[in-house]
């Protein structure tokens, strides 16, 4: 069992950063695989990007270039860097974890409960 934590979402304006955090707990975090999704109102849970237990990276094309996944794996932890943020990017964050690399929502085991990220024009 896995439990999943975010943290860093909250109000931005376009163009600007913000750093997500997911701390995970539980059985053996670094064999698997991370990722970050997102809901938008009205939207299907979409993917994001996605980080390998060895670190092999993988994005959602609406986010190639300005996201960057990446994980700790002595601290338990999974981060998404965000750049160059649009309002179209505006959805709660969630991480997930898999025991396989994959780009699909419905294939992830565990998920956090989610954090907000808005980002204002």
């Known amino acids: 069992q896995v439990q999943l934590v975010e943290s860093g979402g909250g109000l931005v304006q376009a163009g600007g950063s913000l750093r997500l955090s997911c701390a995970a707990s539980?059985?053996?975090?670094?064999?698997?695989?991370m990722g970050w999704s997102r809901q938008a109102p009205g939207k299907e849970r979409e993917f994001v990007a996605a980080?390998?237990?060895?670190?092999?990276?993988t994005y959602a094309e609406s986010v190639m270039g300005r996201f960057t996944i990446s994980r700790d794996n002595v601290k338990n932890t999974v981060f998404l860097q965000m750049n160059s943020l649009k309002p179209e990017d505006t959805a709660v964050y969630y991480c997930?974890?898999?025991?396989?690399?994959?780009?699909?929502?419905?294939?992830?085991?565990?998920w956090g409960q989610g954090t907000q990220v808005t980002v204002s024009s």
């Open positions: 997930a974890a898999s025991n396989q690399y994959t780009k699909l929502p419905g294939d992830y085991d565990y």
């Open positions: 539980g059985r053996t975090f670094s064999t698997y695989a």
């Open positions: 980080v390998s237990w060895r670190g092999m990276t």
